[in-house]
């Protein structure tokens, strides 16, 4: 009854709990090898290349090697399967998802007689990420508890200024008690003894994908230097809800039988960026390429909720309290980009190509009018640093067939944790007719990752380890 009457005297309405984290801002900045089934089959090495749809988002300047208008559209399909490690815990989950990863439409112009030859436009959609996953962690611990991470929020608060989205719930649902009550600088302590043995779990459910509009030109001189732009306009949609649960506690004499966290997460976003690039023809054998991208200026919505279930085996038996609806407009910028190619043709029965690629993670920004994101911007400074991603490419011809495989390894983007890599093995087939182009691409990616359930400073990381199978197909049509 005391609990009850000093929550009837807190203020209801939340106040902000900052839901844009470090982890955000790489999320949405990173990318996968998704688009054509061309581009895809070869790690996505394509920035010395040109003549296909997604180069356009990597070195615009490719759109400067259309001879012919293009037509292209890309289905896709795949899964992802995620090994979670944590304590003596190993769990397996995975997610099958279909989207389309391209399409495009060329518009070449007749080869003029001048030294410029020949004025390329076109517009389409190319895919850069996919959200789809689900994650399943678990584990036994008997050094800490998720309502260890409640009680250090809530200390030195008052209870009508506990956040609405954590701390207000495990008070409304009796999973913390006060110690010393002031109203100016009050105590609390876990009804549970967090030494004992208990299971924690966790599931995260995540959906959803980037992808941007693109809007091109590009040219050629003397079919030597080829110069082309991209007007970028990306869209982020993106869907997550995870449910932590302890359970089976080995201390029984709290009677809390068992109790879930839930939080759910949904964000939207609109941008734009600006990419330009060049690529020279040395000679009939060697081509080199270079691209710089503009930070993509991100518009943001965060719809999030939280939720706290809890299980007593007394008379208080279950508890329940959600948070208010929670809303938040802010800006993220993500990071410069520079790329860097090499082609080699091989007496034209088929090609070798690299691409470097160079961003610094560390150079990311959260704003908004509201809130200026300082302590988040400075997590980002010290978390994350410059990343170096290498794609290799190689295609060999036998009329009509193309045989491509790639591989891609892109650089970790955390300053304290150099082996976090992703690796992507790639694998093609396309039939070229002239006017009509069949493409297939298999990629295989590996990549690892950490998790932590609550606060770092009371529970070890998770061990994710994520693999993927992506499957492509290009249907193409020139004229």
């Given at each position: 009854?005391?609990?009850?009457?000093?929550?009837?005297?807190?203020?209801?309405?939340?106040?902000?709990?900052?839901?844009?984290?470090?982890?955000?801002?790489?999320?949405?900045?990173?990318?996968?090898?998704?688009?054509?089934?061309?581009?895809?089959?070869?790690?996505?090495?394509?920035?010395?290349?040109?003549?296909?749809?997604?180069?356009?988002?990597?070195?615009?300047?490719?759109?400067?090697?259309?001879?012919?208008?293009?037509?292209?559209?890309?289905?896709?399909?795949?899964?992802?399967?995620?090994?979670?490690?944590?304590?003596?815990?190993?769990?397996?989950?995975?997610?099958?998802?279909?989207?389309?990863?391209?399409?495009?439409?060329?518009?070449?112009?007749?080869?003029?007689?001048?030294?410029?030859?020949?004025?390329?436009?076109?517009?389409?959609?190319?895919?850069?990420?996919?959200?789809?996953?689900?994650?399943?962690?678990?584990?036994?611990?008997?050094?800490?508890?998720?309502?260890?991470?409640?009680?250090?929020?809530?200390?030195?608060?008052?209870?009508?200024?506990?956040?609405?989205?954590?701390?207000?719930?495990?008070?409304?649902?009796?999973?913390?008690?006060?110690?010393?009550?002031?109203?100016?600088?009050?105590?609390?302590?876990?009804?549970?003894?967090?030494?004992?043995?208990?299971?924690?779990?966790?599931?995260?459910?995540?959906?959803?994908?980037?992808?941007?509009?693109?809007?091109?030109?590009?040219?050629?001189?003397?079919?030597?230097?080829?110069?082309?732009?991209?007007?970028?306009?990306?869209?982020?949609?993106?869907?997550?809800?995870?449910?932590?649960?302890?359970?089976?506690?080995?201390?029984?004499?709290?009677?809390?039988?068992?109790?879930?966290?839930?939080?759910?997460?949904?964000?939207?976003?609109?941008?734009?960026?600006?990419?330009?690039?060049?690529?020279?023809?040395?000679?009939?054998?060697?081509?080199?390429?270079?691209?710089?991208?503009?930070?993509?200026?991100?518009?943001?919505?965060?719809?999030?909720?939280?939720?706290i279930t809890a299980v007593w085996s007394?008379?208080?038996?279950?508890?329940?309290?959600?948070?208010?609806?929670?809303?938040?407009?802010?800006?993220?910028?993500?990071?410069?980009?520079?790329?860097?190619?090499?082609?080699?043709?091989?007496?034209?029965?088929?090609?070798?190509?690299?691409?470097?690629?160079?961003?610094?993670?560390?150079?990311?920004?959260?704003?908004?009018?509201?809130?200026?994101?300082?302590?988040?911007?400075?997590?980002?400074?010290?978390?994350?640093?410059?990343?170096?991603?290498?794609?290799?490419?190689?295609?060999?011809?036998?009329?009509?067939f193309r045989f491509r495989a790639g591989?891609?390894?892109?650089?970790?983007?955390?300053?304290?944790?150099?082996?976090?890599?992703?690796?992507?093995?790639?694998?093609?087939?396309?039939?070229?007719?002239?006017?009509?182009?069949?493409?297939?691409?298999y990629v295989f990616s590996e990549g690892?990752?950490?998790?932590?359930?609550?606060?770092?400073?009371?529970?070890?990381?998770?061990?994710?380890?994520?693999?993927?199978?992506?499957?492509?197909?290009?249907?193409?049509?020139?004229?």
């Open positions: 009854m005391h609990k009850f009457f000093l929550t009837l005297l807190s203020v209801s309405l939340f106040y902000y709990s900052n839901a844009q984290t470090e982890i955000d801002a790489l999320r949405y900045s990173k990318s996968d090898i998704v688009g054509t089934a061309r581009f895809s089959a070869m790690a996505g090495a394509y920035g010395a290349l040109g003549a296909d749809f997604t180069t356009l988002s990597y070195n615009p300047a490719g759109i400067g090697f259309y001879q012919f208008s293009e037509l292209t559209f890309t289905p896709s399909f795949g899964n992802m399967i995620a090994t979670s490690y944590f304590g003596s815990g190993r769990n397996e989950d995975e997610k099958y998802h279909t989207n389309f990863s391209n399409f495009g439409y060329v518009v070449s112009s007749p080869k003029s007689g001048n030294e410029w030859k020949r004025l390329n436009l076109a517009f389409g959609y190319n895919r850069t990420a996919d959200y789809k996953k689900r994650i399943f962690i678990s584990g036994e611990n008997s050094n800490t508890s998720m309502i260890d991470n409640f009680v250090a929020n809530a200390n030195g608060n008052t209870i009508d200024n506990l956040n609405s989205f954590t701390e207000l719930l495990a008070w409304n649902t009796y999973l913390f008690d006060p110690v010393n009550i002031t109203n100016e600088n009050d105590e609390y302590k876990s009804n549970l003894n967090s030494l004992s043995g208990k299971r924690q779990e966790k599931v995260i459910n995540s959906s959803g994908s980037s992808g941007e509009y693109v809007f091109s030109v590009g040219t050629s001189y003397e079919d030597r230097i080829y110069l082309g732009a991209t007007i970028g306009m990306p869209s982020i949609d993106y869907y997550e809800k995870s449910t932590y649960t302890e359970s089976e506690f080995a201390d029984t004499a709290a009677h809390l039988q068992s109790f879930d966290y839930t939080e759910e997460l949904s964000t939207t976003g609109k941008g734009f960026n600006l990419k330009v690039g060049v690529i020279a023809r040395l000679n009939d054998w060697v081509r080199l390429g270079g691209a710089l991208h503009s930070p993509t200026f991100y518009d943001m919505e965060d719809e999030y909720s939280t939720a007394d008379s208080l038996g279950t508890k329940y309290d959600s948070s208010p609806f929670g809303y938040f407009n802010y800006e993220l910028k993500t990071p410069w980009k520079a790329i860097g190619s090499l082609a080699i043709n091989i007496k034209k029965k088929g090609l070798i190509t690299a691409d470097i690629e160079m961003m610094d993670y560390a150079s990311a920004k959260l704003n908004s009018d509201t809130y200026k994101f300082t302590d988040e911007n400075d997590v980002i400074n010290s978390t994350y640093t410059k990343a170096t991603n290498i794609r290799l490419g190689a295609e060999m011809k036998y009329k009509p591989y891609a390894l892109y650089g970790s983007p955390y300053k304290d944790n150099a082996e976090i890599e992703r690796k992507s093995y790639t694998f093609g087939l396309g039939v070229d007719k002239g006017h009509f182009i069949v493409d297939f691409a690892s990752d950490e998790h932590f359930m609550y606060s770092s400073d009371l529970v070890d990381a998770a061990n994710i380890i994520t693999t993927s199978h992506n499957f492509l197909f290009t249907l193409g049509l020139r004229y």
